[in-house]
């Protein structure tokens, strides 16, 4: 059959595109299938220009740091321990945005388990704050 | 395969002279092999009409959702009482209870008068959103489709055919219009390419505005969904219990005018049955 989302992930994409707050959701496998409107000013593109992108270009694309300015392991990031560990998440950091642009943000990542303990993904909801 | 539709009203029956051509029984329909294997698919107030060999022998009844609507009927399905007959009912898993505790609320006191538990040869399957049954001929894949609580489509393939049938669907919610992207719409991959589509088309535009949410489509949207999937053959169903068969009648003949649908369009008339 054609590719087609689980539908936990449809129906968070279409709650995300309602949502006036950053939203940014990853299938189970990490990779970036949607983030919404709110969410282009801090990630520094739009969503139709860059489209869904595999998990091995998130890294470059978006650079993380901890708050003092060390870079941050995969693994302390919110989403990798959503979707690793498949419990929520959050932390404070920064993240160097599309446009090269470094922002100091909140982050919370929830994962996303379907009916039948189907992994299908995470969902993070991230804010700017102040340096 | 043979499909047949036993019941195609939504909701609630609605029988009376305004409802006679596309029935006032809510939703069943039965499939049936070249061999003459039989699946039933719902158990609204139709499934009473399956034939007789849907009813005897072994008989598989598979069930979207619970909603009364697609249930009702099975207190009333003969080979359930019959210590002769083989029962087998399909239905979608739930995290909080068991088919048989949820089944039960209808099929126990005072609702009905006598306890699931107490139906001879009656064997209960849960059936998890994604997966893939084989029964005799058939092969059936369902996953969940967007309708308020755990409610899946079916996907049967038989004799080489396929039949989708999404009785309850709103792939709409949360947008204006049905998305042109397959990959974020609900149902696609169980509708895609099928031979026949049996689709929710219970609203007029101007209901569904007041009743986002409910869990069901428009015509229109049932012929996006229809579009968008590929499908040789669209039939409506679910139909809106305050519709009469004129109305139905008028809307879709509106529809094939205005939007000339690459697809055979037909509304789902009680009884009618198509070969695949």
């Known amino acids: 059959m054609a590719t087609q989302h689980p539908i936990e992930l449809i129906l968070a994409r279409q709650m995300a595109d309602a949502m006036s707050h950053p939203m940014w959701i990853t299938d189970a496998a990490g990779n970036l299938v949607f983030y919404n409107e709110p969410a282009e000013s801090i990630l520094g593109v739009r969503f139709r220009e860059v489209g869904e992108m595999p998990a091995s270009e998130l890294a470059d694309r978006f650079a993380t740091q901890d708050l003092d300015g060390t870079d941050l392991p995969a693994e302390e990031l919110p989403l990798v321990i959503a979707l690793t560990e498949w419990i929520p998440a959050h932390r404070p950091m920064r993240m160097r945005g599309f446009d090269g642009m470094w922002r100091t943000i909140g982050v919370t990542a929830i994962p996303l388990v379907g009916e039948g303990e189907r992994r299908v993904g995470a969902l993070a909801t991230f804010w700017e704050l102040e340096d | ?276």
């Open chain 2, 1 to 276: 395969m043979k499909v047949t539709l036993l019941g195609t009203r939504g909701s609630v029956g609605r029988a009376g002279p305004a409802t006679v051509r596309y029935g006032g029984d809510t939703s069943s329909v039965e499939v049936e092999s070249s061999d003459g294997s039989t699946l039933l698919l719902d158990a609204g107030t139709g499934v009473v009409h399956a034939s007789p060999a849907a009813v005897s022998g072994t008989v598989h009844v598979m069930l979207t959702h619970l909603h009364m609507d697609h249930i009702q009927g099975l207190g009333f399905l003969g080979p359930l009482f019959d210590p002769g007959t083989e029962v087998h009912i399909w239905g979608p898993a739930a995290t909080n209870a068991t088919l048989a505790a949820r089944l039960g609320r209808y099929l126990s006191p005072p609702l009905f008068p006598v306890h699931l538990r107490d139906l001879p040869s009656l064997t209960l399957h849960e059936l998890e959103a994604g997966s893939t049954t084989s029964i005799g001929p058939f092969t059936v894949t369902t996953d969940r489709i967007i309708h308020p609580g755990r409610t899946l489509g079916f996907r049967v393939l038989g004799d080489g055919k396929c039949l989708t049938y999404m009785p309850d669907h709103e792939p709409v919610l949360g947008a204006e219009h049905l998305t042109a992207e397959p990959a974020w719409t609900s149902g696609y991959a169980l509708a895609r390419g099928a031979d026949l589509l049996i689709h929710d088309a219970q609203y007029t535009n101007e209901e569904y505005a007041a009743r986002v949410g409910w869990g069901h489509s428009t015509l229109s949207h049932a012929v996006d969904f229809a579009e968008l999937a590929g499908v040789d053959r669209l039939v409506t169903f679910h139909h809106e219990p305050d519709h009469s068969d004129d109305l139905i009648d008028q809307w879709l003949e509106e529809i094939r005018r205005d939007r000339e649908p690459s697809f055979e369009l037909e509304g789902g008339l009680a009884a009618a049955s198509f070969e695949v």
